[in-house]
């Protein structure tokens, strides 16, 4: 199950663990950004997602604007855990970014490490030859 969060889930933790023992520190950051006010989140067509299953948090990631791209969204903080990858949970988060940012942004970035790289093909988004800010890019609307 998807839910948008308007507040930081209180088993981040256990989520954030599980992506530092893979060498990926953005759920620390999203915790820092959110608690410092830096980004929560809660602009208009902005928004952060948590994949549940069995009621444990499993996935996150939201969608802003992109500070690299005025009037674009960007892709922020997604990651799904190891156990659960490979069961749509991540295209169900990204596809809860989509819906939300479509209606404000007209295109979608990010910037993803390259074992990534894939999913987002996979999912609609196109290499950028310029990757400054961004690697990856998919229209919105």
Do not use: W
Request: glycine share 12%; net charge positive; charged share 20%.
């Amino acid at each position: 199950m998807i839910k948008r969060l308007l507040t930081l889930p209180d088993d981040l933790d256990i989520l954030a663990n599980a992506a530092r023992a893979e060498g990926f520190r953005a759920l620390d950051v999203l915790a820092e950004e959110f608690a410092s006010g830096t980004n929560r989140f809660d602009g208009p067509g902005e928004a952060l997602f948590g994949a549940y299953r069995d009621g444990a948090l499993v996935g996150i990631g939201g969608v802003c604007g992109d500070p690299y791209a005025p009037g674009a969204a960007r892709v922020r903080r997604l990651y799904v855990a190891k156990a659960a990858r490979g069961q749509g949970i991540g295209r169900a988060l990204l596809a809860a970014m989509v819906a939300r940012a479509a209606p404000h942004f007209p295109l979608l970035r990010v910037r993803a490490p390259e074992d990534a790289a894939g999913f987002y093909l996979a999912t609609g988004f196109v290499a950028l030859a310029d990757p400054r800010g961004a690697s990856h890019a998919k229209p919105l609307g």
